[in-house]
């Protein structure tokens, strides 16, 4: 019986070791091309039907600001960027709008006057009168040097909105303006408070209202939005005859978070572009698209999506042509390429630790190794974008780092049962809990990582978890501005599934740290899911993530009690 089973062995290890060598090279290319699709599906050229009705926009808000430079910071571009900036959108606008007339050391309607460029200059109202009093006198000493230019003011923008002053405050400032200048005279808000304060038209030559449809308390998708411009426009028309309605800003952003069904991306904002476009010229809309560059210091205030609205990236390329296909992310062959080439390297750096490994187990290590570079290099391509300041890029950098860690941790594990190698004991979150408090102590951190190959997968995926419920939490208490961290976690996602079908996951000995973590993300995703909606599907994607992160520990947290009968471990 003994020496059947023997040779049965060794006949099964003869026909793995002499498989057809071609089906390694196959099932590599097999894997290439999935890569290529994996990267091409999305970016497929779009909205090449969609046609632009015009080459040159009636207006475009203007804010000058490069990466580096912020209001907020007072750091502010110069006379000669500014004029730069004029020259590239002058064949492409007849009008820019500006928001304040106090910023910078510059002169924004001397510079356009010599491109021949109309603008709407605006005054910036807030809660601080004083400076009020210089924004106001600034504006009425612009509009009336540059009668030619300067078309019309904007004396305040969302004041009512933000609650910086009463409506009478604003109303006074209207009236002192219009008395000192020659320009049409208006106010700019979410057309919401328009209807909400009526009277205020009787202090302004033109109603302008801000039309925003992904930012709209019920948000309303790219199909619907060009439909729902069309009829706040009429409603405001008849609620002011004899009043010329300018919608003062319209757009979509190319970034960021969903709100329900309304999806941020170039190629949709290449969609409600050109369709709002024929909307305006079919129904004679006097508007002023917002915005002509990407504002980086925006998301500060309103997250990715915050600097995401220009028709130009921060860096003053054209995010799409005006006309023709769109492509979501122009640089897909370049990521695409960067996976293959990072799938095989990390492939081939195990094999070469693991050299004695059949084929079958070379083709499992194959396939885990591609899933593993496309995650990594679609982590790089998701987080390295949105790392808008110095905070962010540290923060993505560390990301980054772990994931690139855990991805060679998981390929050595995967290499190890493979390969019929011994491998380490499981560890639970006490441990990792401990791990990571004795790296913060110096000296035992330095001893602890002598020995770091024999913890690292298990820990490390464990921080990742916590970093997760962390995120999950913030998600469910203030959500409007933060984004769904598919990239962040990535390679974890594939870390658990790839362990769970090799049978790899640890299974009992989980503690109070794993039902805690592992509880908090579950719940707390299940509680955004319910607040965001069906139609949100990016909120269902990455509730459908978080509850694979959140499922081994759980059911290693189950299986324990089972088991065992044991309560919860501190």
Excluded at 139 to 162: F, K, Q
Excluded at 322 to 333: I, M, Q, R, S
Aim: proline share 7%; charged share 20%; aromatic share 8%.
């Amino acid at each position: 019986m003994a020496g059947h089973d023997v040779g049965a062995m060794l006949d099964a290890s003869w026909r793995r070791r002499t498989s057809p060598p071609a089906v390694l090279p196959a099932l590599l290319l097999l894997c290439a091309v999935l890569t290529a699709l994996a990267w091409w599906l999305p970016n497929r050229p779009r909205a090449g039907e969609v046609p632009m009705a015009a080459d040159r926009f009636n207006s475009v808000s203007f804010a000058p600001f490069r990466p580096g430079q912020s209001p907020l910071r007072h750091r502010y571009p110069s006379a000669a960027e500014v004029e730069q900036d004029l020259a590239l959108l002058a064949p492409r606008v007849r009008a820019v709008r500006t928001y304040a007339s106090i910023e910078g050391d510059y002169d924004v309607p001397a510079l356009a006057a010599r491109h021949g460029l109309k603008v709407w200059q605006g005054a910036w109202l807030g809660p601080d009168a004083a400076r009020n009093e210089r924004e106001i006198a600034r504006l009425i000493e612009s509009a009336n040097r540059y009668p030619d230019t300067v078309e019309r003011v904007v004396v305040g923008n969302e004041v009512l909105l933000r609650r910086d002053l009463p409506m009478e405050h604003l109303a006074a400032a209207l009236d002192r303006v219009r008395a000192a200048v020659r320009q049409p005279v208006t106010y700019a808000d979410v057309w919401e408070f328009w209807a909400q304060f009526p009277q205020l038209a009787d202090h302004v030559d033109i109603v302008t209202i801000h039309i925003l449809p992904y930012w709209e308390d019920e948000p309303h998708g790219v199909e619907r939005a060009i439909a729902h411009a069309r009829e706040v426009v009429r409603r405001m028309r008849r609620m002011f005859p004899g009043k010329p309605i300018a919608i003062g800003e319209v757009g979509w952003p190319s970034r960021g978070r969903w709100r329900a069904d309304a999806a941020p991306s170039r190629v949709n904002q290449a969609v409600f572009l050109r369709e709002f476009i024929r909307l305006a010229h079919e129904e004679g809309f006097d508007y002023n698209l917002i915005e002509a560059f990407d504002q980086v210091w925006k998301y500060k205030l309103e997250g990715t999506v915050g600097a995401a609205w220009g028709l130009f990236t921060a860096d003053r390329r054209p995010k799409f042509t005006l006309d023709g296909p769109v492509v979501e992310n122009p640089d897909w062959p370049l990521h695409a390429a960067l996976a293959l080439l990072l799938s095989l390297v990390l492939w081939a750096g195990t094999l070469r630790a693991f050299p004695r490994m059949d084929r079958a187990g070379r083709a499992r290590l194959a396939v885990l190794a591609f899933a593993l570079g496309n995650a990594l290099v679609f982590a790089a391509a998701g987080t390295l974008p949105d790392a808008l300041d110095e905070h962010l890029k540290l923060a993505a950098a560390v990301n980054l780092a772990g994931q690139a860690l855990l991805a060679a941790l998981l390929l050595r594990r995967a290499a190890m049962r493979l390969a019929g190698a011994p491998i380490e004991p499981p560890r639970d979150g006490a441990q990792a809990t401990e791990t990571v408090r004795a790296l913060l102590a110096t000296r035992r951190g330095w001893r602890l990582l002598r020995g770091w190959r024999g913890w690292a997968l298990d820990d490390l995926s464990f921080v990742f978890l916590w970093t997760a419920m962390a995120l999950q939490l913030l998600l469910l208490v203030d959500p409007r501005y933060r984004d769904f961290p598919f990239a962040s976690f990535a390679v974890p996602l594939v870390a658990v599934v790839a362990r769970a079908l090799l049978r790899d996951l640890p299974r009992g000995g989980g503690g109070r740290e794993e039902l805690w973590a592992g509880g908090a993300l579950a719940l707390a995703a299940l509680g955004s899911a319910v607040r965001e909606g069906p139609a949100n599907l990016q909120a269902m994607g990455w509730t459908v993530c978080t509850l694979i992160l959140a499922a081994p520990p759980l059911l290693r947290c189950l299986a324990w009690r089972r088991l065992t009968g044991a309560s919860w471990r501190g």
